[in-house]
């Protein structure tokens, strides 16, 4: 099995310029969640998608952030235009949720930096 | 607003020493996790629990949830250096799958 893969694992991009994270989730698997964990913050919940559909998207600090799911195996992370404050790991899980189950799956994350 | 809060922010000990961190909230929760993270990875989960009051022992990891499923600690045996890492927990609300987590407990076992 090869886990939540993500790409890429480190991005340097300058203010202003558009960013895409990727994400592979776990074959089967009917939630993909994204998180960004930063010192001062933690991990927060950005945005989680059930079956490819969006359910809270609550997380999402701004506009300038977006996300889809086009496919079970697919999603991505937009930022645009990115700020510096807009730097952190960024992580992708998924779940197997329903009959109680909640065990999330993290990928490596993305360690974003805008400078 | 933090949903759930981690206490000590950071610890560091010696080989050997016990010690135990907690993590508690105002809200109730169906359950709750800990999840383990090391540098450059994310987090691997440790345990679930479910029921109020439950323990559950991992080799030297004892995991307890409180009575009212508000509150959680887990208290490890014996420290080594391999525990070293960023133990968090999380909670999921009564409604929803969503995974809300804590800041953190920064671990440094040192021999």
């Known amino acids: 099995d090869a886990g939540v893969i993500q790409s890429p694992r480190h991005e340097v991009t300058e203010m202003g310029q558009e960013v895409t994270l990727r994400c592979k989730p776990i074959s089967g698997h009917n939630s993909l969640f994204w998180y960004r964990q930063t010192m001062m913050r933690g991990l927060e919940l950005l945005i989680y998608f059930n079956n490819n559909v969006p359910i809270d998207d609550s997380g999402m600090p701004e506009d300038r952030f977006s996300a889809k799911m086009p496919n079970a195996s697919f999603s991505t992370l937009k930022i645009q235009p990115s700020e510096p404050r807009d730097s952190a790991v960024y992580f992708c899980?998924?779940?197997?949720?329903?009959?109680?189950?909640?065990?999330?799956?993290f990928g490596q994350g993305t360690r974003l930096t805008v400078v | 607003t933090q949903l759930l809060e981690q206490s000590p922010q950071f610890l560091s000990i010696q080989e050997g020493e016990n010690l135990t961190v907690y993590c508690n909230s105002s809200s109730v929760f169906s359950s709750l996790q800990w999840y383990r993270q090391e540098p450059g990875e994310g987090p691997v989960l440790l345990v679930t629990?479910?029921?109020?009051?439950e323990v559950k022992k991992l080799k030297r990891l004892t995991f307890q949830f409180g009575d009212a499923r508000k509150d959680s600690s887990l208290h490890i045996t014996a420290a080594q250096p391999g525990d070293t890492g960023l133990y968090l927990c999380a909670g999921v609300a009564n409604s929803g799958y969503a995974l809300n987590f804590g800041k953190g407990t920064s671990l440094l076992v040192t021999p």
């Open positions: 899980a998924s779940s197997l949720t329903g009959g109680g189950n909640t065990e999330a799956f």
């Open positions: 629990v479910v029921t109020g009051g």
